[in-house]
């Protein structure tokens, strides 16, 4: 219901602070209850009283302005959905992310949730759709939402959702506003509250939903479904649902966004005389090119063997950096054919001078 609270008080739309605080001083000792016997003075006291709770208070204003309503302002009885069972959350984080959340009066919009959703290097390669389970507050499917049956103005608050009381004192009067205790500030009465939702017109309920998830997709990365977050009571509007990822780790590849990195061990000989090896790639296995005289750490990379860009700019590349093995433990006859070859090669094979009086030598 839409009050002309400026008419109410007798002031223009652009009356500045001063004006409208005067003009209720005003008008307010004129209808006082105890100063006017006329009948309906109560009333009128009460509608300038009302005008003036939110014409007087800059942010109600502000909204009344903007939305020629006072509803919806910051009244002091929130409603808060976390109450329900948490348990049931399973892995939905819990997430209030304004909106629903900021304790308004009952109607307030439904809160978004946010999901983490663990998939695998391999699914985020190429995309996947996924089934999610969620347990959330969703329009009661028994009164549609509406609370019940037989819906009305409420009578303690007329509608306006909150009650003014008025305490004249020595030093002037007094009113406080309160959310109306009746209806909760909903301004409406149900004859016959659904006994499904208590009249709340939401219910704990287990959805499914499918998520598709685009290749490329990478940790922290949120995919926002409009509309599937929290029901507001009663048909007050949903919340989104924030689908945030998490990305397994993986046995053998680390990922820099489309870049991915292996490291794989190939033998001394291997290394020296070159060869062709077998390496994972994300989407099966590929051969790769050791040269000869390869070194411990060298990097090689596989064009395209990357992960898909998000945006669909093609694939990064695959690095894989070699670590070569020495063998742990040799038996008479290896080590015998080792020093041998190193004879051919024209090494010492005795024991050497440690790093450091190689160091200092090398320096003198
Ligand atoms: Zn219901
Ligand atoms: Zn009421």
Redesign the pocket.
Known sequence: MTKDYYQTLGVDKNATKEEIKRAYKRLAKKHHPDLNKKEGSTETFKEINEAFSVLGDEKKKQHYDQFGTADAQGFDQGFDFSGFGGGGFEDIFSQFFGGGGRGGRQRATGSDLLYQLEITLEEASTGIQKTIQIVKNDTCESCEGEGGKGIQT??????????TQTKRSPFGIFQTTTT??????????IQHPCSDCNGIGVSRQKKELEVDLPAGVDNGNRLRISGEGEAGSRNAGKGDLFVEIRIKQHPYFKRDETELILETPISFIQAAIGTTIEVPTIDGKAKLKIPPGTQTGTTFSMKNKGMPSLRGYGKGNQHVIVNIVVPKKLNKKQEESLKEFGKLIGEKVTPQKGFFDKLKESLT
Request: glycine share 20%.
């Open positions: 409420c009578s303690t608050c007329k509608g306006a959702g909150r009650v109306c205790p009746h209806c909760k500030g909903e301004g409406k009465d």
